[in-house]
DNA sequence: ACTTGTGAAGATGTTCACAGCA
DNA sequence: TGCTGTGAACATCTTCACAAGT
């Protein structure tokens, strides 16, 4: 292991080895090679072996991997050995399908509230949440010591909502608004940005169609 | 313009200058510089030019750039000037979520059905459309001649879900299933995988972790 | 014999810095 | 003067190919 800058490209592809060794350990699979984990995860077998160089030897030569051993080191990387408490903020429909989705509790984040701006919403049942007012987010956070952030409000609310959050010492941020938002240093931010994947897909798409026009 | 391979990173900043541009525009903001398109979308001007470079001359040296000119072009590239007609299939959470998702509408995205496999469903309004069942889908992409599909569905339903999609003809493929699937050359496929997402953000937040420790 | 781990080569993407033009 | 457009320098990421280890 080496004190290198690590490529995010890599903790991406590192997070998508994990849920695939995860599966192979629940369908009893208990050795496995580089080759085998590019073809489950598209990739090259150099391009796997490269992304965990990064932090240390894992394999033995000759033979490959141990899918339960190293599924464990990876979710130790991916800092998901003890479970992170996450708010959701922006109880629309978008905050309330992340709040019951599965994909989350299953590899450690606990969804611990769900706020709204809106009175109407307030109160509201959402899976075993209620959903809770803004002004009490504040408090939320700093009394249950909430490291992660998910923000599902409009693109006009995200900017104020992020600065109650990270005031309160939320330290990432997931945001779903499609706007750029400003943090400190310190905080992490990441955006998904739903209509840009489809805009991607569509200038693809319109390659394609030029290529058939000639 | 050259015939280069434009890199896809390229794209999804067009999409996002796009976007902002759309703001200045509503704003009645007539004209830009690299400059100002970079602070709003968190980079640099001579990534801007560079993008830009790769599709044409926009701009007016010493002057800047007329933003509905700009913007005009970009939608072009983006292949968002015809509608592009959109299936969902997995009326989950999610499903219902995306279906109602205003930041599809508006960028020129039309969600023309809504399908799911559990009987259960099918028949539930979900905005102005039905839940359809699964059996319908390959007639109703080719009948309606459905360039898109967004795959909501469990993981372990998603490769027959595409299959479908692609033989009747599908082109494009936005997946939040967290599966690796396999799709024909000549269908474009992206995936969204919510989890590793929170898994990034986790690591990075792992890594400031370790950094106090010392 | 087989598969990892890795330096070196190659490919790709970004930034610099300035010529070109309004 | 001011800002775009762009070749060249730089930085980063990926692939190659083989030595090392079992």
Redesign the pocket.
């Known amino acids: 292991?080496?004190a290198e800058?690590?490529?995010?490209?890599?903790i991406i592809?590192l997070s998508v080895y994990s849920r695939n060794l995860q599966y192979m350990e629940e369908m009893g699979i208990t050795k496995?090679?580089?080759?085998?984990?590019a073809d489950a995860t598209d990739?090259?077998?150099?391009?796997?072996?490269?992304?965990?160089?990064y932090f240390?030897?894992?394999?033995?030569?000759?033979?490959?991997?141990e899918v339960k051993h190293l599924n464990r080191h990876l979710k130790k990387i991916l800092g998901l050995t003890k479970p992170r408490s996450v708010v959701i903020v922006g109880a629309g429909r978008l905050g309330k399908a992340l709040m019951l989705y599965n994909g989350f509790g299953n590899r450690g984040f606990r969804v611990m509230g769900i706020f709204d701006k809106d009175m109407s919403k307030v109160g509201e049942q959402v899976g075993d949440l209620t959903i809770s007012p803004m002004y009490k987010l504040d408090q939320f956070i700093k009394t249950h010591n909430i490291q992660m952030g998910v923000v599902t409000v409009p693109a006009a609310a995200a900017q104020e909502t992020v600065d109650i959050m990270t005031r309160a010492g939320v330290k990432a941020i997931l945001n779903f608004a499609p706007k750029n938002l400003i943090v400190a240093d310190d905080v992490k931010l990441r955006n998904v940005d739903l209509a840009v994947n489809l805009e991607v897909l569509s200038f693809y798409m319109g390659l394609e169609e030029r290529e058939g026009e000639k």
């Open positions: 292991m080496k800058k690590i490529p995010e490209a890599t592809r496995v090679s580089s080759q085998e984990i990739g090259s077998s150099a391009q796997v072996r490269k992304d965990l160089a240390g030897e894992f394999g033995t030569r000759g033979v490959g991997y």
